[in-house]
Structures are given as C-alpha cells and as structure tokens.
C-alpha cells in the first residue's frame, strides 16, 4: 500500500513547471553557441526545439518535464526554427536526455545514493517531520548529489520504508 504524499495539484506542480516569465525563459531555455552548433551539426534542425525544452527544464528542475506548448512556442520564437517535430521517436529522446545528462555531468542512480537517500529520509521521520516535508528535502537531496531527481514513486517509496522503520523502532522502545 502506498502512502499519499502530495495531493494531486501538488503532484501535478512537482511533474510540470510553473508557468515563467520572460527573464526565466531567457535563462533556462537559452544555450550556448558551441552547444547549439553542436546540436544543429548532429542532430535534426526539426528536433532541436525538443532537446532545447528538455534541457532548459532539466536545468531547472533536475527532471525531464512534459512537453510545455507554450515554451516550445518560446523556443521556436527564440530561435527562428520556422518546422518542428513535437512527435519524435522515443529512443531519440533518450538520446537527448542522456546527452543533456553527460552535459551537467549527472552522476547515475546507484545503489549507494539511494542508500544515502533511504538514510536521509530515516533521519528526518526519526525527528518527526512531516511526510511532505521529508519528500521535499529529497528532491533538493538529489539536486545536491548532482542525480536527475527520482520520480515521485521511488520518492514515496522511500518516504514509506523510513516511516515504517520509525513506527517499528518505536514500538520496539514501547515493548517490555
């Protein structure tokens, strides 16, 4: 049985960004030349507009958003790219969310970040702070170790086993 941590417009928020203003748009969804050119020498002018979105979000959030129409918008305004494929395939996609991670230079989720992940939340439940404060701390946790943030799944998952492990402590302090 799973735990609810966020309600489900706090949910929505966690797996879509907030909506921008114009200095923000500047600042996530602008690339270098270098870059740029390195995208436009080797991959499709059509799907340049995608990787920009993939990684401006992922510069700000650690995660690989949805597709947003209105940044898209932005980004094809931005940078004259007059056609766009919005349906690409899914194995290019990969191909741009691991370029974008070897680019941040993003460590992999291994077994001893998750370990460090899982001792982190038992810290916190063992000091009694509130679920969603404890899933919060996470996500910054991970933006600290430099990994793409977890989904909220292995988050929540996380988040259960240190409750679990805090309700079986006390009730072992409780016992005769």
């Given at each position: 049985?799973?735990?609810?941590?966020?309600?489900?417009?706090?949910?929505?928020?966690?797996?879509?960004?907030?909506?921008?203003?114009?200095?923000?748009k500047e600042y996530y969804f602008t690339i270098q030349d270098d870059l740029l050119?390195?995208?436009?020498?080797?991959?499709?002018?059509?799907?340049?507009?995608?990787?920009?979105?993939?990684?401006?979000?992922?510069?700000?959030?650690?995660?690989?958003?949805?597709?947003?129409?209105?940044?898209?918008?932005?980004?094809?305004?931005?940078?004259?790219?007059?056609?766009?494929?919005?349906?690409?395939?899914?194995?290019?996609?990969?191909?741009?969310?691991?370029?974008?991670?070897?680019?941040?230079?993003?460590?992999?989720?291994?077994?001893?970040?998750?370990s460090a992940h899982q001792k982190e939340a038992n810290n916190l439940a063992?000091?009694?702070?509130?679920?969603?404060?404890?899933?919060?701390?996470?996500?910054?946790?991970?933006?600290?170790?430099?990994?793409?943030?977890?989904?909220?799944?292995?988050?929540?998952?996380?988040?259960?086993?240190?409750?679990?492990?805090?309700?079986?402590?006390?009730?072992?302090?409780?016992?005769?």
């Amino acid at each position: 049985m799973s735990i609810e941590i966020l309600s489900k417009k706090e949910l929505k928020a966690f797996n879509s960004a907030e909506p921008m203003n114009y200095q923000e748009k500047e600042y996530y969804f602008t690339i270098q030349d270098d870059l740029l050119k390195k995208l436009i020498d080797n991959y499709k002018i059509e799907n340049i507009a995608i990787f920009i979105h993939l990684f401006g979000y992922f510069k700000l959030t650690h995660r690989f958003l949805n597709i947003n129409n209105d940044i898209l918008e932005y980004i094809t305004h931005r940078y004259k790219i007059k056609k766009f494929q919005k349906d690409i395939p899914e194995r290019t996609i990969r191909t741009y969310k691991q370029f974008i991670k070897e680019y941040f230079q993003i460590n992999d989720y291994t077994e001893e970040i998750k370990s460090a992940h899982q001792k982190e939340a038992n810290n916190l439940a063992n000091n009694f702070i509130h679920r969603k404060k404890i899933f919060y701390t996470l996500v910054n946790f991970s933006k600290k170790l430099n990994i793409e943030v977890p989904s909220y799944t292995e988050l929540t998952r996380i988040i259960q086993v240190a409750l679990n492990t805090q309700k079986k402590d006390i009730l072992n302090k409780l016992e005769p």
